[in-house]
């Protein structure tokens, strides 16, 4: 009885690492395919760009400067005047590029993640700036001295325990 026991344990083990061994051979190898398939077809239609980052508060923009193709400024696969309707969004955005006087030379795709309008329009300004900056380091001096270099550090402060907000204490009563 002991010798039939061990041996269907043995027959088990078996079973399980073939199981295991199969679908871990196949998955890297798709996983690798598709990743550079995407890469090769971004970078054959886009041409040069030059990339940077734009923070503020909690928003965050990812901007590419095309020296090439249609000058437009796409804000999330939109047109930058119908993302910020508000004329004074829209200077906000534009003035790094009316600074350098290069309003019409590129095409601007800009990611857009987090905080609110106002925060996305300045985090969009600090990118295109700094995009700016890589583009051609002369136009470094300027554009700091506009103060667009800077990143705006001020965050919300966050809420503390026994307040109602960061700082609004609970109303006090006298009985």
Sequence with gaps: MVKEKTEKKTKKTVRKKKVIKKPEAKKPKKSVSKKKVEKKEIKAGSGKYFEAVGRRKTAV???????RGEKVILVNNK???VYFPMRKLQEVVKSPLVKMDCLGKFRITVILKGGGFNGQAEALRH??????VKYKS???QDLKKAGYLTRDPRMRERKKFGLKRARRAPQWQKR
């Excluded at 923009?61 to 020296?67: E, L, M, S």
Aim: proline share 5%.
């Design 61 to 67: 923009a990812r901007v590419r400067i095309f020296t």
């Design 138 to 140: 002369d136009f470094r």
């Design 127 to 132: 990118g295109i700036t700094r995009a700016l």
């Design 79 to 81: 047109p930058f005047d």
